[in-house]
C-alpha cells in the first residue's frame, strides 16, 4: 500500500485560494491513480477530481470544474490540488485518495487514503 499525508489546509476569507499537497511514501507514487474527496459535516464524502498516472487525462466534478485544478509531482511523490474562488460551501476535510488502477477516470475506486485536512471557507 502507499502513505498518504496531506498538508495545506487552513482557514480562507471567500473569494480566496488555498493549495493542498498530499505527500505518497512507500510504493511508487506513479503507478497509482490519484484523485481528492472531501467531507463536509453531516454529509457523505464527495469526489472532486481523479488524475491519470501521468497527469494526462484529468476529470472533475462539477461543483469544482474551473476552481479547482488537480496536479502531480511523481519525482516529488506528491499530488496537488490548487483551489481558487473559494465558497464557504467549499468548507470541509479534504482527503486525497490513491488506487493501483489504470482506465476510466469516473469508475476507479479508491483503496488507500490520508488522514485528511480541514479546509475552512469564511464568508
Known amino acids: 500500500q502507499v502513505q498518504l499525508v496531506e498538508s495545506g489546509g487552513g482557514m480562507v476569507q471567500a473569494g480566496g485560494s488555498l493549495r493542498l499537497s498530499c505527500a505518497a511514501s512507500g510504493r511508487t507514487f506513479s503507478a497509482y491513480t490519484m484523485a481528492w474527496f472531501r467531507q463536509a459535516p453531516g454529509k457523505e464524502r464527495d469526489f472532486l477530481a481523479a488524475?491519470?498516472?501521468?497527469?494526462?487525462?484529468?476529470y472533475y466534478a462539477d461543483s469544482v470544474k474551473g476552481r479547482f485544478t488537480i496536479s502531480r509531482d511523481n519525482a516529488k511523490n506528491t499530488l496537488y490540488l490548487q483551489m481558487k474562488s473559494l465558497k464557504p460551501e467549499d468548507t470541509a476535510v479534504y482527503y486525497c485518495?490513491?488506487?493501483?488502477?489504470?482506465?476510466?477516470?469516473?469508475?476507479?475506486?479508491?483503496?488507500?487514503w490520508g488522514q485528511g485536512t480541514q479546509v475552512t471557507v469564511s464568508s
Open positions: 485518495a490513491a488506487a493501483r488502477a489504470v482506465g476510466y477516470l469516473p469508475h476507479i475506486t479508491y483503496d488507500n
Open positions: 488524475l491519470s498516472l501521468t497527469g494526462g487525462s484529468t
